[in-house]
């Protein structure tokens, strides 16, 4: 026959089959978990599928051999199969160890019956350790159902018996072999290098009817965990094959799933002779083990989280003086000073968030949330150290009383009404005089180096505090938790204290958690750690942009 030999490629675009296929193992039993259905529905699971198991026989064996083997009657495994089938769609069938005559019978007549749509047939005839699982008797059997798989994938030993030859001593003759299977049964047969020594451990795919030969080369794994290699492979491939409905990419996804099980399988300490490769390590490695926290707990966690520093803003000279009034003026605008400067950089910080936003809520959440900051916070600003309102505007010598004073939290409903202020270069330049102080530097310098690393969860984390530590402090202020005096509504800040608890603001803050906290759900461990942290660094940095205008004046 001539083989068209062609490498297999690393990857392939192909259409997703079935998104969770559920496939169903007909094989033996391994009590020590590393082959047979054990081996099989691991492997079902780490490829993506979801995996049932009708149980052949029953095998006591370890790692290092079989030591009984108990087949129940195959009127019972009729059953099984009969049960799966009934209720359940089987998008494919993995088939291993099967015993005797009679059991490969059952199987026989039930796949005739139901014709499931991928059959993947691994031929398990002896054990890694050298013990028979099919009597010898049986493999004539074996043989007539070998025209009922799509896919036939023995292994050296397994393929010389199949092809009624000798055990080939070459790769070449390897193929040649499984060429000879596939051209008699029709299915493609997956001729296995395990057993092959020197440095390569190859697979070849070889489809007669197509004249395709596949080559999948790789160096061999130094290890001794190759118990149930030949199961947990025909297990993946007959996963994703659903999956991709491609058989070159279901092969070869299913290899580098399985070398990286192998490189892995030692570090379980299963046993003292042939241990199990490590099915999950790949997924564990990557995703993390421990089930991921839902939004609401991130958010206890992470506002628990902060509480000695939410403390230690309660405690400040300058939030106490606010809340009762005693607050001078002249920190009072030092603050206000800082906090336009702060806004100007919050505003294109948040820009940059918008602008990383993956979906169109989000983009526009953070937009929004820029343009309140600039035009609804700093507006107000503006005509304050411009000198519309407050000191100066007014005799100079009554209680500032500037309307709606912005803070740096941000309200997303600010007034439609234009940048005036802003956007005038007299106005800008009162709002801007002020140089920054350390702390506006340093808190300005963590979100613009967050912005600039541009990963959006981080920074969407990092400028979360600026919503929700102010609306919280806004809240219990109106609420009165720092004293009465804060209700009164002639208190020299009051309308300064009505734009904390902003109901627009509570509702954009409560909008910015709920989004933060999503993405810190779905983000994987080390990122969600990095989140926490930035939200972390931002909070700290919210107490001593509190506590700097007493520090200075
Ligand atoms: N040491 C190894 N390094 C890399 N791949 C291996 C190694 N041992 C087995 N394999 C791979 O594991 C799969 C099962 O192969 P094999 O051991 O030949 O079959 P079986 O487990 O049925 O005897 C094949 O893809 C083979 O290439
Ligand atoms: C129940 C059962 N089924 C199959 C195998 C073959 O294992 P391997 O894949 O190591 O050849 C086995 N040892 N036990």
């Not at 083990?289 to 628990?304: L, Q």
């Not at 609420?479 to 603001?505: I, M, N, R, V």
């Amino acid at each position: 026959m001539s083989a068209d030999v062609r490498r297999a490629p690393h990857t392939r675009a192909v259409p997703r089959v079935r998104r969770v296929p559920r496939v169903l193992s007909i094989a033996g039993s391994d009590p020590s978990g590393g082959a047979g259905i054990q081996a099989d529905l691991k492997s079902i699971a780490a490829v993506g599928g979801y995996g049932m198991s009708a149980i052949t026989a029953l095998t006591a064996q370890n790692t290092r051999g079989v030591r009984g083997v108990h087949v129940p009657p195959s009127a019972f495994l009729a059953e099984q199969l009969d049960a799966v089938a009934d209720d359940i769609t089987v998008d494919a069938v993995k088939i291993g160890m099967l015993a005797n005559a009679e059991v490969i019978g059952v199987v026989a007549g039930w796949l005739r019956r139901i014709e499931p749509p991928i059959v993947v047939l691994d031929p398990v005839m002896v054990a890694t350790s050298g013990d028979r699982l099919l009597d010898a008797d049986a493999e004539a059997a074996l043989r007539d159902l070998l025209p009922l798989a799509d896919l036939i994938t023995p292994n050296l030993l397994e393929l010389a018996v199949l092809a009624g030859a000798e055990r080939a001593s070459t790769w070449p003759d390897a193929i040649a072999q499984a060429e000879a299977v596939s051209s008699a049964t029709g299915a493609r047969v997956l001729a296995k290098g395990g057993h092959l020594d020197g440095a390569d451990a190859p697979d070849a795919l070889v489809h007669a009817a197509s004249g395709t030969v596949v080559s999948f080369g790789g160096a061999r794994i130094a290890t001794t965990a190759t118990h149930g290699t030949g199961c947990s492979l025909s297990s993946a491939i007959a996963t994703l094959q659903a999956e991709l409905g491609d058989w070159e990419a279901a092969v070869g996804e299913a290899r580098r799933w399985l070398r990286e099980s192998l490189r892995h399988g030692a570090s379980l300490e299963v046993g003292g002779g042939h241990g199990p490769v490590s099915h999950f390590a790949g997924l564990w490695s990557r995703g993390g083990v421990r089930t991921a926290p839902t939004p609401d707990e991130i958010e206890s966690e992470w506002w628990a989280g902060i509480a000695d520093v939410r403390a230690a803003i309660d405690d400040l000279p300058f939030i106490r003086g606010l809340a009762d009034g005693t607050l001078a003026r002249e920190p009072f605008l030092g603050y206000l000073a800082q906090d336009a400067l702060y806004l100007r950089d919050y505003a294109r910080v948040l820009a940059e968030a918008s602008r990383l936003a993956p979906d169109a809520a989000g983009q526009a959440f953070w937009a929004n949330s820029a343009h309140g900051s600039l035009v609804g916070e700093l507006e107000l600003h503006a005509d304050w150290l411009a000198g519309a309102h407050g000191p100066g505007a007014g005799d100079g010598e009554g209680p500032i009383d500037g309307g709606r004073t912005g803070t740096h939290g941000t309200s997303v409903d600010g007034p439609a009404a234009s940048a005036a202020s802003v956007a005038d270069p007299l106005h800008a330049a009162a709002t801007f005089a002020a140089e920054p102080d350390a702390a506006t530097t340093a808190y300005l310098d963590h979100l613009l180096a967050t912005a600039a690393r541009g990963d959006y969860a981080v920074l969407a984390a990092a400028v979360l505090p600026c919503f929700w530590i102010y609306v919280d402090l806004g809240e219990r202020l109106a609420a009165g938790e720092f004293g009465a005096q804060a209700l009164d509504p002639g208190h020299p800040y009051a309308s300064w204290l009505a734009t904390y608890s902003d109901p627009a603001f509570a509702h954009a803050t409560r909008e910015a958690i709920g989004l933060v906290t999503r993405l810190a759900a779905d983000a994987t461990p080390e990122r969600r750690a990095a989140m926490h942290r930035a939200f972390r660094i931002s909070s700290e940095h919210e107490r001593a942009f509190f506590a700097a205008p007493l520090a200075l004046h």
